[in-house]
């Protein structure tokens, strides 16, 4: 069974840095796109960022420039680094992890992050 584990959420301040990190088990996850997709109150989820297995990245145009994605295969792990937040950051973001061959695609519970002003 495929879990997917988050962690790092939390309360910040404006202009600050926070790293969330996603623990994928239950299947080999080096060939699936793993990302980040949050949603704000009131609003859709919306991708954040992704990366493929080839390493790939694409980013949402509002965080372009302050957060990074990265992976590590090894560990079927999938990091956000989040700097300069702002106000409309504040999210439940979620790890998700696909692959569209395979017909996969699996969520995490979500983390919160709050990000004051």
């Known amino acids: 069974q495929v879990q997917l584990a988050e962690s790092g959420g939390g309360l910040v301040q404006a202009g600050g840095s926070l790293r969330l990190s996603c623990a994928a088990s239950g299947s080999i996850f080096r060939f699936y796109t793993m990302g980040w997709y949050r949603q704000a109150p009131g609003k859709q989820r919306e991708l954040v960022a992704d990366?493929?297995?080839?390493?790939?990245?694409n980013y949402a145009d509002s965080v372009k420039g302050r957060f990074t994605i990265s992976r590590d295969n090894a560990k079927s792990t999938v990091d956000l680094q989040m700097n300069s937040l702002k106000a409309e950051d504040t999210a439940t973001y979620y790890c998700?992890?696909?692959?569209?061959?395979?017909?996969?695609?699996?969520w995490g519970k979500g983390t919160l992050l709050t990000v004051s002003s």
């Open positions: 998700n992890v696909k692959n569209r061959v395979l017909g996969a695609d699996y």
């Open positions: 990366i493929s297995s080839g390493g790939n990245t």
